[in-house]
């Protein structure tokens, strides 16, 4: 269950520990929070809180798509990471207009009634971010909620950060990514009519717009798909907007996957990019194009093993 007011909480997910942060992709980092708070209070229930839509979605709505994770996704990213409780609050005018004192005595103390709190170095809240962790913490004790303030998680030498992974995913490198998320990346959405030349091609796909998540390097990945029964397949994937075939407006996911012959029409699939194996393309012909997807299958069969 994600939980979307501060104003009346489940009586089960009041009095917990809290882990604060917008969450996007719940990456190493973040698991690092989320065992933080744990371990400040393993008496507690555990809890994640975190803004629907992110902050930057909401300032800048004509950005570019940069999610990692949307709210299904990162909730579910979330629990598995042990959170019990899923915190979205709607992050619109009049949340973004909240003063941080207000942040923390009307939302974290009285309406979640936090005994603890474990964020990032870094967190920000309340109206212009006037909210800082040394802020956090004054305000904190004075409420009696203890406060944990965890340091980023180190990858290579650097801090983990979802910044670091969508560009990592945008330069076309999903295993680095995946080594800092602690798993592949996943594109999660409803599957969608196509134009069915993928069948009469030989190779059925499952089309999927990106929406507002992340447009990875366009291009074929090897990648492993999870199916609506719960299994996952591998198979082999193309990010693009198909300029064999004159373009398209926007930017779409055609997934074909391996020993698969079930029809997957307005059903939720996850696919994972596993290996980036070649850029987009532009084929002279159909029967080039055929031949380049041939190549592609079997390169991603290796690659996947």
């Not at 997910?13 to 809290?18: E, K």
């Not at 004192?101 to 009285?110: N, S």
């Not at 180190?154 to 798993?183: C, H, V």
Request: aromatic fraction near 8%; glycine fraction near 10%; charge should be neutral.
């Amino acid at each position: 269950m994600i939980i979307t007011s501060w104003r009346d909480v489940p009586r089960e997910a009041r009095g917990a520990t809290i882990a604060l942060g917008n969450f996007d992709g719940v990456h190493l980092g973040h698991v690092a929070v989320l065992r933080a708070a744990h371990a400040a209070r393993p008496d507690l229930p555990l809890a994640a809180l975190t803004f629907e839509p992110h902050p930057r979605e909401h300032f800048r709505p004509d950005d570019p798509p940069f999610r990692l994770t949307l709210l299904p996704a990162k909730a579910a990213a979330l629990t598995a990471a042990g959170a019990a409780h899923v915190v979205a609050l709607p992050f619109d005018d009049t949340f973004a207009a909240m003063s941080a004192e207000d942040f923390v005595e009307q939302v974290l103390h009285r309406g979640l009634g936090a005994k603890h709190l474990a964020c990032g170095p870094d967190f920000a809240f309340g109206h212009r971010r006037g909210g800082d962790v040394a802020f956090l913490a004054r305000e904190a004790e004075a409420r009696g909620m203890g406060l944990s303030i965890v340091p980023p998680v180190q990858f290579g030498g650097e801090a983990i950060s979802s910044t670091r992974i969508r560009r990592l995913l945008q330069d076309g490198y999903p295993d680095r990514a995946a080594e800092r998320l602690g798993r592949p990346w996943e594109i999660r959405g409803t599957v969608v009519h196509g134009d069915k030349l993928g069948r009469v091609l030989g190779w059925p796909t499952a089309n999927m717009w990106i929406g507002r998540h992340l447009e990875p390097a366009r291009g074929v990945y090897a990648v492993t798909v999870a199916l609506p029964d719960g299994s996952v397949a591998k198979g082999v994937a193309n990010v693009g907007r198909r300029p064999t075939l004159g373009g398209d407006p926007k930017t779409r996911l055609e997934t074909f996957i391996f020993d698969y012959a079930g029809d997957l029409y307005g059903q939720e699939i996850g696919v994972r990019l596993v290996h980036f194996l070649r850029p987009d393309a532009k084929f002279a012909g159909l029967e080039e194009l055929k031949a380049a997807i041939a190549q592609d299958v079997e390169d991603a069969k290796a690659a996947l093993g």
